[in-house]
Structures are given as C-alpha cells and as structure tokens.
C-alpha cells in the first residue's frame, strides 16, 4: 500500500516534464502552422492584406497624439495658397534645385484623404493628375513611412519608386530621387505636402531640404 503514492508522485513529475513551458516551440509550431495554412495565391493576398492593414494601424498607433492635436486645432491650421500661387513657387523651385517635377497635395488627416491641387513639370502643368484623390496613409510602407516622416516636420529625401498614378507620372519624368516636405514645414500644422523629384541625387541635401522648407512656408496662408 506505501508504494502507491510513489507511483503517483512519479506520474505528476512525468506530468510536469511533458507538459512544461514550450514558448519557443509554440511559436514555431504556429508559424509552421501558417506557412501549411498558405496553400493558395488566395490566402497569400489574404496574409498580406492583413499585414498591410496591421502596419498602417501600428503606424497610427504611434502617432495618435500628432493626430489628436491636430484634430483639435483644426479650426486654427493654415490652408494652402492659390494654385496660381502654388505654380509659381514650384516653378522657382524647381529652377533652385535643378529638379524634373514637382506634385502639391492637399491633405485631411481627419478624413485620410489626399488629393493633387498642382503637378508641375518642365512641360507646364500636368491637368489629367490635378483633383485626384487619394490616401494619405495607405498600403505603400514607403509613403507611410514617408507620411509620418513629414508629420514629425522632416524633409525626407530618398531613392524613389512609385506607389501611386501620381508617383508614375514622376518616374516618366525620370524621376529616380525625390524629397518630400510638409505644408508648412512646422510640426502640427501639416494640411498638405510637397514632392520634389529628381533625376539623381542632389549634390547638397541639407542645402536641399533648406529651400525645400523655404518653398513649404511659402505655400501655406
């Protein structure tokens, strides 16, 4: 009769041995577990919507603050100057820095919406671009990463690659670099943004972004 508990002792040692912690294997077994579960073009469009969507939500995330404050001084933003006005800034700009074209938006962030009020090239205007809407924050990580940049009150410049109808008339420009600025340039006041697109890459980027801001200024009223 003693050796009874003895065997039950054993079997909760055994227990406890089978069934410890096994994060790392979980995690794994899960992963596994999704790449089985990805067996068609569907389900891989699936994944990677979910993907899309979860980083534009995580992106937001972390600027509810930007964006709350910005709702609330709504009433007290600055709006964007005449288009008539807005050629000819862009114009001088893009004489300054040596650059193929230049593409204005206008933004609601309340509403996520986007839209071209001036796409200027050597050419002139580009009329088939000027009033189409779009995203602000959107599936392209490099626009989302791009959208916060400019929230933050940074010029970003970069390696270019189009996302949008707006971007592929950039790349028929031989556009390959671009700059892109918030309107007007001070952090919390975005209610649009500018695009500056360039053959290569400028030579002074500080310089650069300096008459970038100075044109961002400009455009707001």
């Excluded at 933050?152 to 971007?167: H, I, K, M, P």
Aim: with cysteine.
């Amino acid at each position: 009769m003693a050796r009874k508990p003895a065997k039950k002792t054993a079997k909760r040692a055994a227990s406890k041995r089978n069934h410890g912690p096994r994060s790392g294997a979980s995690v794994l077994d899960r992963a596994i577990d999704m790449v089985k579960w990805v067996d068609t073009p569907f389900k891989l469009f699936v994944l990677i919507l979910l993907g899309v969507f979860g980083l534009s939500g995580w992106i937001v995330y972390q600027n509810q603050e930007k964006l709350v404050t910005r709702f609330v001084l709504s009433e007290h933003m600055p709006i964007l100057v005449t288009d008539e006005r807005i050629v000819t800034l862009s114009t001088n700009l893009m004489r300054d820095l040596r650059a193929e074209a230049v593409i204005v938006h206008e933004i609601s962030l309340s509403s996520n919406a986007r839209i071209t009020r001036v796409a200027l090239s050597h050419e002139g205007r580009h009329a088939p671009l000027e009033g189409k809407k779009g995203a602000f924050f959107s599936g392209s990580p490099a626009r989302n990463h791009a959208a916060v940049s400019m929230l933050n009150g940074e010029v970003l410049c970069e390696t270019f690659e189009a996302s949008s109808e707006a971007g592929e008339w950039f790349v028929s420009k031989g556009v390959t670099f671009a700059c892109r600025g918030s309107i007007p340039p001070e952090q919390g006041s975005m209610v649009g943004y500018l695009s500056v697109g360039f053959k290569s890459v400028p030579k002074d980027i500080t310089a650069t972004k300096a008459r970038i801001n100075q044109t961002t200024r400009e455009l707001a009223r």
